[in-house]
Each structure stands twice: as C-alpha cells, then as structure tokens.
C-alpha cells in the first residue's frame, strides 16, 4: 500500500466533537445513505472501494474527553483505538473507538491482537452484538481530523461523522467514524445544514 502522500499523523488525533440525533441536521440522501447505514462500514467500503486495508494510528489507555467518559458511564482511563480506512490506496474514513481496559483484555474479542485488521469487522462477526443509535456531528475546519484532510487534499470543508456503542461480551465500546475527501459521501453534493427546527 503506498502512503507517503498520507504520512502518519502523531496518535492521538481526534479531538472532542458534538454528536447529535441525526434529525438535527439536514443531510442529501447520500449522506443519509452512508452516515445511517446500519450494518458493518467495513464491509460496506470492501464492496464500493478496492483494496480495502487498515492502518493503526495507535492503541492505548488515555484520558478520554469528559463527554466520551460521560458517555461511556466510566471514572477511570480507557483503551483508545485510532485508525484509517482505506479504499483504493486512499484513506476514506478516520475511525476512533474506546472501551475499557477490561474490554481489551477479554480474550473473547480479541483487541489486543487487532493491529490493522478492522474492528467493525471482528464486531460484526458476534452473534450476541447489540448496536445503539447512531449519532452525528459536523466537524469543523479547527478539528485536526479536519487539518489533516485539508493537508493531504487540498481541500478546506466541513466534513462529517457519525458515531454508534456497541455491546458484547458485557463490554461496551464507543466507535466514531469521520468521512474524508475521497470518500463517496460528499460526491453528490457538498451542502447541508443543521435542521433549526429541532
């Protein structure tokens, strides 16, 4: 995979963010299609993109933001996960998951061992996976998510993610996923808007 027009950010990147019910924004029908979608986001771009692939940022106990520990309903340090989906030799999406130390040592689910394998796939694979509602934020051209698709595209917009918690094995994990440039998701149109009726 070639990515020396991707170079590797310093982990960790992402910064908090105000996620919302997507109700509160105004989305085209394809950024509904891809910021509601329901099932795996990884097998999802293995069918639209080539060469799917993974790239670990980094994975280690921090200090969540004070809302992800909210959130989570945890007091103490979580296991934060970072990474890049790529399609096509070209990083989509940024992903951003935490769980607890716990979580990670559980041998059923297996996170240690991840490194650049997905994890949307691994929890997809689980019989017992329970997904919440899905939220979305708006992610500002200050977000360093949003500094760093600027760098690598030359293209200065407000992008967007969604985020969901996921429940298995009696662990709870929270998992957002932030749309870049390349990604199919801004193809159609580039407008949308905060409903101001909710």
């Known amino acids: 995979m070639t990515t020396e027009f991707y170079p590797t950010p310093a982990f960790p990147v992402s910064e908090a963010l105000q996620w919302s019910p997507p109700q509160q924004f105004e989305l085209t029908a394809e950024q509904a299609d891809w910021l ?9 771009l293995k069918e639209v993109g080539g060469n799917f692939s993974v790239k670990l940022l980094g994975q280690q106990v921090l200090e969540p933001t004070p809302e992800e520990k909210q959130r989570l309903n945890l007091n103490c ?7 890049l989906l790529y399609c096509d030799k070209q ?3 940024f ?4 769980f607890s130390p716990s979580a990670e040592q559980a041998s059923t689910l297996n996170l240690q061992q991840l490194g650049n394998q997905s994890l949307g796939e ?6 017992d996976l329970h997904c919440g509602d899905i939220e979305v934020a708006a992610v500002g051209g ?3 998510v949003a500094q760093l698709n600027q760098r690598w595209f030359q ?6 993610g969604r985020r969901r918690m996921f429940s298995t094995a009696g662990e709870q994990l929270l998992v957002s996923e932030i749309f870049l440039e390349p990604s199919s998701l801004y193809s159609a149109s580039e407008t949308f808007r905060r409903n101001k009726r909710s």
Do not use: C, I, M
């Open 36 to 44: 509601l979608y329901e099932g795996s986001l990884t097998q999802r």
């Open 77 to 83: 340090n979580v296991v934060v996960r970072e990474v």
């Open 91 to 93: 990083p989509w999406v």
């Open 95 to 98: 992903a951003r998951s935490l």
């Open 122 to 127: 691994s929890l997809f694979a689980r019989s």
């Open 142 to 144: 200050d977000h360093p």
């Open 155 to 160: 293209k200065s917009r407000t992008l967007l």
